[in-house]
Each structure stands twice: as structure tokens, then as C-alpha cells.
Nanobody, 128 residues
Framework: QVQLAESGGGSVQSGGSLRLSCTAK????????MGWLRQAPGKEREGVAT???????NYQDSVKGRFTISQDNAKTTLYLQMNNLKPEDTAMYYC??????????????????????WGQGTQVTVSS
């Protein structure tokens, strides 16, 4: 079973930045759609950003222009750069990887999908 590990979470003030990283503890021979999701207390988990194998990305409207999903050239680490953080971004953030390409919705990787591999999550807390 492939395990993913997130890092980079923490507590920041509103307007601050964090960069989340996600690495696989084992080699993933078949890597397709990748994404970052988050879950705030009392709320359902939601997709934040996804990136397909060809590099196509998609973002939740509330984070567009502030968050950037990317991967390193070796495609072993997934990142989420978060700028201008807001209190409503407070949540546990999870990275996820699927063996298959993203489902496309209007030509963009869907934010709602199933993933084969998940991390344990990293907490992001933004204070006002």
C-alpha cells in the first residue's frame, strides 16, 4: 500500500503564506491525477486543487489566484503554494494520488474524484 506524507502545515496570520509538500514513501509506478483536498471542522472534505499528468490544473474558486499546485521535475513531490491565506482556509489538508488520469469537467481536472492513495493530512490554521 502506497503511503503519502504531507508536510509544511502550520499556523500563520491572515495574509501569510505556506507551502505544503507531499511525497510518497514508496515508489508509485503508475501516477495519474493528483490533488490537494481539505476538511474543516464540521464540514465535508472538498477539493482545493488538482493537476493531471499533462500538467493541466484546476482550482476551487475560493483559492484561485492565491494557491498554486505543482510538482517537481522528477514528479516525486507534489506542492501546494498558498499565498494570501485567509481564516476560512483553516483546515486539515490532504494530498491524494490516483493511478488514472483526472476526470475532466469542461476540459479541466475535476476537483471531485476518487483517489487511490492518501496522506494523513497536515493542519493549516490561519488567524485573523
Amino acid at each position: 500500500q502506497v503511503q503519502l506524507a504531507e508536510s509544511g502545515g502550520g499556523s500563520v496570520q491572515s495574509g501569510g503564506s505556506l507551502r505544503l509538500s507531499c511525497t510518497a514513501k514508496q515508489s508509485i509506478t503508475r501516477r495519474g491525477c493528483m490533488g490537494w483536498l481539505r476538511q474543516a471542522p464540521g464540514k465535508e472534505r472538498e477539493g482545493v486543487a488538482t493537476i493531471d499528468r499533462d500538467g493541466t490544473t484546476n482550482y476551487q474558486d475560493s483559492v484561485k489566484g492565491r494557491f498554486t499546485i505543482s510538482q517537481d521535475n522528477a514528479k516525486t513531490t507534489l506542492y501546494l503554494q498558498m499565498n494570501n491565506l485567509k481564516p476560512e482556509d483553516t483546515a486539515m489538508y490532504y494530498c491524494a494520488v490516483d493511478r488514472y488520469p483526472c476526470t475532466l469537467v469542461n476540459g479541466l481536472p475535476s476537483l471531485v474524484g476518487t483517489f487511490d492513495y492518501w496522506g494523513q493530512g497536515t493542519q493549516v490554521t490561519v488567524s485573523s
